[in-house]
C-alpha cells in the first residue's frame, strides 16, 4: 500500500510493549561480534536497521544464530574480522554504517560500504579525517565527505590523540570508542567543538563497559580508551525504545490517555527517556516504573521552547506536540536533524504547514505555531521512520491524515500503525 488512510481520533488509552531500542540494539550486536566469546542477545530490534547489520556481520564470517525465544547467539571473533574482503550494504542504518567504517578501518583487509542514495548525502567526512589521521587508508567512491566508501589495509600509529569534530553527529565519536579498543594498545580520543547529542555517547560508553572496556572520560573532550579487546558478557537483554516510546506517550497527553508503554522506564541507559520532562514541561501527568512509563493528560498543552539537542529524534515528537498548545512553540539547537534520514527540519516545517500550522524553520531550530483549526493533509513521509510515526498523531487535531508510503516505519518499528490502532477510539 502506497499510504495509509487515518479518520480522526477522539482518544489514546491503553498499553503497548516497545521493540527493542534500535540504538542499543546494533551497538550490542556489533559488540557481540568483535568479543571474545559467544553472547546471547535477547530482545533485540527486528527492523529493517538491524537487518542490514546482522547481513553484514555474516558477511564478514561472524556466525549469528536466528533470534528464537532464547535470544539470538552471536559467536565473537576475539577482535580479528573473519573475512578480509567484504562488499557491505547498509540501507540507511547509520547506527552500522558509522561504526562498521572505523571497525573495518583498523581490521587490515579490503572492504566497500555502500547505502541507500540518501545515506550517500549523510556526511561521514569527519570520521573519514579522523581514521586518516591515524593511518587508515579510506577512499570516497562518489562525492568527497560522503559514502559510498572503499577501505583498504593500513598501518596505523596511535602516539598522539585521535582527534574527531563532534558538532554534527555523535555516531562518528561512537565508532571510534566502539573500534579502539581492538587497535592493541591505549588511546586517546580529543573531540573538536562542542558534542552534540551526548546522551547517545553515554549508551556507547554503557555497552562498552558491559563488554569489559572501561572508557575513561574528561568531561566530553578528551576519552582515554583502553586497547584490550571486547569480552562477552555472556548474555545481554536489550531495553525498548525510547524513542519509539515517545509517539505513545505523546498521543496519551494530547489524546487523554492514560498510555503507558512497557519495556523502557526509569531504569533505561537512552537519552530518549527524558521526553518526559518534555511532557511534562507542557502539562502532562506523566507516571514512571524501572521498566515502564504512563503519560495522560487533558485540554490544552502548555507551549514549549526549549533546547532539544539532547534528545533529536524524540524532539521531533516535541514538534507534533506543539500542535495542540496554547501558543507558539520554539525547539532549538536542532541543527543535527538536517543530516538524519532526510533534512528534518525542511521535511517537519513543510508537513506541519499542510495540517494547518505556522512554521518557522531556522538554520537550528523551528517555531511552530498552532493550527487555527486543523486541516485534512496527506503527508509526504520522505522515506523517513520518523515522519510517518510523528505524523499519525495529527489524527487526533481532528481531521483526516494520510499518511504517504506508511511502510518506512520498517526502518525501526514494523508493527507501528497496528498498535497504535488497537490503542485509538475515532471519532
Known amino acids: 500500500m502506497d499510504f495509509l488512510d487515518l479518520a480522526p481520533i477522539a482518544r489514546v488509552a491503553g498499553a503497548a510493549t516497545m521493540p527493542g531500542s534500535k540504538s542499543i540494539s546494533n551497538r550490542v550486536l556489533l559488540l557481540s561480534a568483535l568479543a571474545r566469546g559467544a553472547t546471547v542477545v535477547h530482545d533485540a530490534l527486528e527492523a529493517d536497521d538491524t537487518q542490514v547489520m546482522l547481513a553484514a556481520l555474516r558477511a564478514l564470517g561472524i556466525e549469528v544464530s536466528p533470534g528464537s525465544s532464547a535470544g539470538m547467539r552471536v ?3 576475539a577482535g580479528k574480522i573473519p573475512a578480509r574482503s567484504a562488499d557491505l550494504f547498509l540501507g540507511n542504518a547509520g547506527t552500522a ?3 562498521l567504517t572505523a571497525v573495518l578501518a583498523l581490521a587490515g583487509g579490503e572492504y566497500r560500504l555502500s547505502g541507500v542514495p540518501r545515506m550517500h548525502e549523510r556526511p561521514i567526512g569527519d570520521l573519514v579525517a579522523a581514521l586518516r589521521g591515524i593511518g587508515a587508508r579510506v577512499d570516497y567512491l562518489g562525492l568527497e565527505g560522503f559514502p559510498p566508501l572503499a577501505i583498504h589495509e593500513g598501518r596505523h600509529t596511535l602516539e598522539t590523540p585521535v582527534r574527531v569534530r563532534g558538532d554534527v553527529s555523535s555516531q562518528f565519536l561512537t565508532a571510534l570508542l566502539i573500534a579502539l579498543p581492538l587497535a592493541g594498545q591505549d588511546s586517546v580520543i580529543a573531540v573538536d567543538g562542542e558534542l552534540i547529542s ?3 555517547v553515554e549508551i556507547t560508553l554503557n555497552l562498552m563497559r558491559r563488554f569489559g572496556v572501561e572508557v575513561a572520560r574528561d568531561g566530553w573532550q578528551s576519552f582515554r580508551v583502553p586497547g584490550t579487546g571486547y569480552a562477552s558478557p555472556g548474555e545481554i537483554h536489550v531495553e525498548g525504545d525510547a524513542s519509539s516510546a515517545s509517539y505513545f506517550l505523546a498521543a496519551g497527553a494530547i489524546g487523554g490517555g492514560p498510555v503507558r508503554v512497557l519495556g523502557v522506564g526509569g531504569d533505561s541507559i537512552q537519552g530518549d527517556v527524558r521526553f518526559v520532562e518534555v511532557l511534562e514541561r507542557m502539562g ?15 485540554g490544552r498543552l ?3 521552547e526549549a533546547d532539544l539537542n539532547h534528545i533529536p529524534d524524540a524532539a521531533m515528537t516535541a514538534a507534533i506536540m506543539a500542535l495542540f498548545a496554547d501558543g507558539p512553540s520554539t525547539l532549538r ?3 543535527s536533524w538536517r543530516v538524519k534520514e532526510t533534512d528534518r527540519l525542511a521535511a517537519m516545517a513543510a508537513e506541519l504547514r499542510k495540517v494547518g500550522a505556522g512554521v518557522e524553520e531556522g538554520a537550528d531550530y523551528l517555531r511552530v505555531t498552532p493550527p487555527a483549526r486543523f486541516l485534512p493533509a496527506a503527508i509526504d513521509t520522505y522515506d523517513d521512520h520518523r515522519m510517518a510515526m510523528c505524523f499519525s498523531l495529527a489524527a487526533l487535531g481532528g481531521a483526516p491524515i494520510r499518511i504517504n508510503d506508511p511502510g518506512c516505519v520498517a526502518k525501526t518499528f514494523p508493527e507501528y500503525f497496528g498498535v497504535l490502532a488497537k490503542l485509538v477510539t475515532e471519532k
Open 333 to 335: 539547537n536542532i541543527a
Open 75 to 77: 559467536r565473537g571473533c
Open 97 to 99: 554504517f558509522r561504526p
Open 284 to 298: 502532562a501527568k506523566v507516571k514512571m516504573g524501572p521498566n515502564w512509563i504512563e503519560a495522560s493528560g487533558g
Open 198 to 200: 551526548r546522551p547517545y
Open 302 to 304: 502548555r507551549a514549549l
